[in-house]
């Protein structure tokens, strides 16, 4: 893996905030060890880490073995969350959506950020809770309306990639008033993020994003796989497309989309539920979870949601999470 690095946040022995940088294997699940050489640095922010890396101000200190469970998201909670939708053929298919002609983009609260390790924890008022594996694009400077991205000069906008889950409560983004799906995405924990921040060498930037790889299984079954080479919409296109209607910011994060294998498919059934009740919220949602629930069982308390992402030219692991599903004791 010339020329990437894998960098980490995590808690040391004094439960301080610490980044470092793997010089072994990234690791899979909370009990992995892992080997870091911490950083001798003031940043408090990804986008703080990432420019001092980049102006090699960064002192490195002895490394240390620590258990990966004490590892935290590399991404701060000051990114913003731009996502993409329907970025996969076969997710555009089994959402009855694959003859659409546009780029879609929504975006996710940043509080919905979590660790690789943690709890997913599924609010009172949802029943139909999904994940969507996804790896995202790590800005490395502003992007603007007249910033212009090209395969030649990706590497002046695009830092890296980070492995997501976009979590989402189908019953709440389809029972929203007229289909509104930023609180289906944005609950707190609905993003695990990490365990690694890879930066690639700016010159092997464009062809790592070209070769990685997704999957994500639920208690050991496998539900979703795709390859970055298979996206509808890649990254330079999309960067353009943001960048004419909003700004980003260095350390903000573009999901780029999740693969086919959710839990339940937008059936014509639930096409014709969301278009007849368009207007009638409660009859909608009661009619969303009914018809929803004749698949697959959404994840309840208890299931186990790993997730991995590899750089498939070299046939390596950049890492993987680990998520419990928890109930919440809270009431909205």
Same mark, same amino acid.
């Given at each position: *893996?010339?020329? /990437?690095?894998?960098?980490?946040?995590?808690?040391?022995?004094?439960?301080?905030?610490?980044?470092?940088?793997?010089?072994?294997? %990234?690791?899979?699940?909370?009990?992995?060890?892992?080997?870091?050489?911490?950083?001798?640095?003031?940043?408090?922010?990804?986008?703080?880490?990432?420019?001092?890396?980049?102006?090699?101000?960064?002192?490195?200190?002895?490394?240390?073995?620590?258990?990966?469970?004490?590892?935290?998201?590399?991404?701060?909670?000051?990114?913003?969350?731009?996502?993409?939708?329907?970025?996969?053929?076969?997710?555009?298919?089994?959402?009855?959506?694959?003859?659409?002609?546009?780029?879609?983009?929504?975006?996710?609260?940043?509080?919905?950020?979590?660790?690789?390790?943690?709890?997913?924890?599924?609010?009172?008022?949802?029943?139909?809770?999904?994940?969507?594996?996804?790896? %995202?694009?790590?800005?490395? %400077?502003?992007?603007?309306?007249?910033?212009?991205?090209?395969?030649?000069?990706?590497?002046?906008?695009? %830092?890296?990639?980070?492995?997501?889950?976009?979590?989402?409560?189908?019953?709440?983004?389809?029972?929203?008033?007229?289909?509104?799906?930023?609180?289906?995405?944005?609950?707190?924990?609905?993003?695990?993020?990490?365990?690694?921040?890879?930066?690639?060498?700016?010159?092997?930037?464009?062809?790592?994003?070209?070769?990685?790889?997704?999957?994500?299984?639920?208690?050991?079954?496998?539900?979703?796989?795709?390859?970055?080479?298979?996206?509808?919409?890649?990254?330079?296109?999309?960067?353009?497309?943001?960048?004419?209607? *909003?700004? *980003?910011?260095?350390?903000?994060?573009?999901?780029?989309?999740?693969?086919?294998?959710?839990?339940?498919?937008?059936?014509?059934?639930?096409?014709?539920?969301?278009?007849?009740?368009?207007?009638?919220?409660?009859?909608?949602?009661?009619?969303?979870?009914?018809? *929803?629930?004749?698949?697959?069982?959404?994840?309840?308390?208890?299931?186990?949601?790993? /997730?991995?992402?590899?750089?498939?030219?070299?046939?390596?692991?950049?890492?993987?999470?680990?998520?419990?599903?928890?109930?919440?004791?809270?009431?909205?």
């Amino acid at each position: *893996m010339s020329g /990437t690095r894998l960098i980490v946040r995590f808690l040391d022995e004094r439960r301080d905030t610490r980044w470092g940088e793997l010089t072994g294997r %990234a690791p899979a699940s909370p009990d992995d060890l892992v080997e870091v050489v911490p950083f001798d640095t003031t940043a408090s922010t990804t986008a703080e880490l990432i420019s001092a890396l980049d102006r090699s101000v960064i002192k490195s200190l002895d490394h240390v073995g620590i258990e990966a469970s004490r590892l935290l998201s590399p991404i701060t909670d000051d990114a913003a969350l731009v996502c993409q939708g329907l970025n996969y053929a076969e997710h555009a298919n089994e959402a009855s959506h694959g003859d659409r002609k546009s780029n879609l983009i929504f975006y996710k609260a940043s509080s919905s950020i979590c660790g690789p390790y943690d709890d997913i924890v599924r609010p009172p008022v949802v029943e139909l809770l999904d994940y969507e594996v996804e790896f %995202a694009l790590v800005l490395r %400077a502003s992007l603007v309306g007249s910033s212009r991205v090209s395969e030649e000069n990706i590497s002046d906008f695009v %830092a890296g990639v980070v492995l997501c889950n976009d979590v989402s409560a189908r019953d709440v983004q389809f029972g929203e008033s007229l289909i509104q799906w930023f609180r289906g995405k944005s609950y707190r924990t609905f993003c695990p993020t990490g365990p690694v921040l890879c930066l690639p060498s700016r010159r092997e930037l464009g062809s790592f994003l070209r070769h990685l790889e997704i999957r994500l299984s639920v208690n050991g079954d496998l539900r979703q796989k795709a390859s970055s080479s298979h996206l509808i919409w890649k990254p330079v296109e999309t960067l353009n497309y943001v960048r004419s209607f *909003m700004n *980003m910011k260095p350390g903000d994060l573009l999901l780029t989309g999740t693969p086919g294998g959710v839990t339940a498919p937008v059936t014509p059934e639930l096409v014709n539920i969301i278009k007849t009740h368009l207007f009638s919220d409660a009859v909608r949602l009661k009619a969303v979870r009914t018809e *929803m629930t004749k698949g697959r069982p959404f994840l309840q308390p208890g299931d186990v949601v790993t /997730t991995n992402f590899s750089d498939a030219s070299q046939n390596i692991l950049l890492g993987g999470q680990q998520n419990r599903i928890a109930a919440s004791s809270e009431r909205e």
